[in-house]
């Protein structure tokens, strides 16, 4: 596996079949990209204002960039505390969303008043966010993920791996700014101030649905939902299918227990 072969695979999984696994967490990203670009207050600007929707998607990509790789590489003793934890994780990250998505829904106000705070709050609930659906993201195994996987599971090959794992979700992650990006440049020049504050809410509400689906543990019926008659068996030999796994499994997990509870080891 190259490293171009690990970024072309992630990236082209958003425009094939294997988009519709990623739709657990697309969505929620360009939701937050959009929400956090648009001003709802005052006339629409006349030239796109690109800090904020720069800060947003650096900071949401970078924390669902830095966590997904963290999961994977799992003959680390980072990924295998993430392991032990993922239940106690997954709660918490919902209760993040859940708050984020009430401040843009405009329920809840943290008192951030000047830009330079605003900007903190931004970048802060970007990292969160993408770090709780990091957590929260039961991935489709594609072809490509499943090579890095393999590569992963020893712990001569972790340094290569875990480059790899990045250079995959940088793949993905480009392909959801190439989308995410225009679509708040669009929302933040609506002339009507209460259009912009309705998009704001709409994107707020949006969250709001995955951080209850995280609370409530649902996350596997919504891809069960997104997959199911979409992405194809594509048996790998063993007589699964590669959309039946939910992502990697530490090889040493004491507890016996796979990614979310759902995920079968890949080999």
Known sequence: MTAFGAFFGGFHSFFSIWVFCLMQIVPFIIAF????????????????DWQPLTISAVSVLGGFIAIFSAIG?????????LFRYMDLLNQFGGVIIGLIALYFIGLLTLGASSETKKKGLLTGFGVLLGASLAVAYKPCVTPTLTIIYNINTSPDNM??????LVLYTLGISAAILLVGAPLAVFASKAKSANIRLYLKRGCGALLLVVALLMLTDKMTIYKSMLVEGFVPAAEDGSGHSHHDHGGPQPPAAEEGHSRHGDMEHEK
């Open 33 to 48: 990209i959009v929400a956090s670009t648009v001003r709802e207050d005052g006339p629409a600007p006349e030239k796109t």
């Open 159 to 164: 340094m290569w791996g875990g480059t790899l």
């Open 73 to 81: 590489m799992v003959t680390t003793p980072t990924s295998k505390m």
